[in-house]
Nanobody, 124 residues
């Protein structure tokens, strides 16, 4: 089993920045692709960004391109999501996830391990 713990969420004004972290423990593997998803109240969980095991490939949802950056430090078993130019519509619970096999995907069903989520609130 792999445990994922997110941190770094909080309240920020529009235009501000936050950096989310996702610490992995347990039977971790540096080959696991990692992803970030978010879920706003009353909405379905949606894909935000993903990164493969060696950081050579990243993929972003269109609504965060140019504003968010996903990264990882395999030595620390930690993934990151740097969020800049935040907008009120970015308000959601943000989840990190990891999948055991294969390449990165945007489908939440493909991910095997999930964190508990961290709240991000962007005020206007």
């Amino acid at each position: 089993q792999v445990q994922l713990v997110e941190s770094g969420g909080g309240l920020v004004q529009a235009g501000g920045s936050l950096r989310l972290s996702c610490a992995a423990s347990g039977r971790t593997s540096t080959t696991y692709p990692m992803g970030w998803f978010r879920q706003a109240p009353g909405k379905e969980r949606e894909f935000v960004a993903a990164i493969n095991w060696d950081s050579s490939t990243t993929y972003y949802a269109n609504f965060v391109k140019g504003r968010f950056t996903i990264s990882r430090d395999n030595d620390k078993n930690t993934g990151y999501l740097q969020m800049n130019s935040l907008k009120p519509e970015d308000t959601a619970v943000y989840y990190c996830a990891a999948k055991r096999l294969g390449s990165i995907t945007t489908r939440s069903d493909d991910y095997h391990y999930w964190g508990q989520g961290t709240q991000v609130t962007v005020s206007s």
